[in-house]
């Protein structure tokens, strides 16, 4: 009985583990699969987040007035100057 109690624990912990293990990579919601290859006017911008390091694509996902979420790209030049407006 002792040993069927120990089994039963172990795998409880790594049930446990394995359920914090995928609701840390499933907590993001979004993730950009490409980027905004046109400049977006700063006047439409409304905020912005940086995308996690969950993603395969390290981008910048800017809010948009109107609730739109738009993937872009980091290094790109438009994205730079927008940060400093």
Known sequence: MAKFAVRVSVLLVLLLVALDESSEYGSNKYCCTRYQQNPVSVKRLKSYTVQDDNCKLRAIIFK??????????????????????
């Open 64 to 85: 948009t007035e109107k609730n739109r979420h738009i993937c872009a790209n980091p290094e790109d030049q438009w994205v730079k100057i927008t940060f400093l407006s």
